[in-house]
């Protein structure tokens, strides 16, 4: 099975495990599924390592988050097309959610019919636009 992945779940699985439940953890550790992770998410990464919110110990630079989601996690870094903006371009803003790189990935999962795994609350008001939502409770 495919899945993507929401920043939150990629640095959680980076750095503390035990945030993830245990539907997520088997989801990421099956060898049987594709994981993808969106570029807003590599974008974001990069620029809360930059910018010194967050630490990562297995990257020594933010251009090292590239490689490691590659080669060592074995997750694949999934582009926006044209498909997916035209996709964001009929989800609606809700009041409480208007985050644009959450709305990118969201409109990725839903266009590419792939379920999206995240520990937001407010990805559940776009199920009714399709979105397949796995969420991570904790």
Do not use: W
């Amino acid at each position: 099975m495919r899945y993507l992945i929401d920043t939150n779940i990629l640095y959680f699985h980076m750095t503390d495990i035990d945030q993830l439940t245990a539907e997520v953890k088997d989801i990421l550790y099956d060898c049987g599924n594709r994981i993808y992770v969106p570029l807003k998410c590599v974008e974001e990464l990069v620029y809360l390592l930059q910018s010194g919110k967050i630490r990562l110990k297995q990257c020594k630079s933010a251009e090292d988050i590239i490689d490691f989601i590659d080669e060592e996690l074995d997750f694949e870094i999934k582009y926006p097309g044209k498909e997916h903006l035209r996709t964001l371009a009929r989800l609606p803003l809700f009041p409480d959610h208007k985050d644009p790189a959450d709305r990118v990935i969201i409109a990725q999962a839903i266009t590419e019919k792939v379920p999206l795994v995240s520990s937001d609350r407010k990805f559940h008001n776009y199920k009714k636009y399709g979105l397949d939502f796995v969420f991570n409770k904790r």
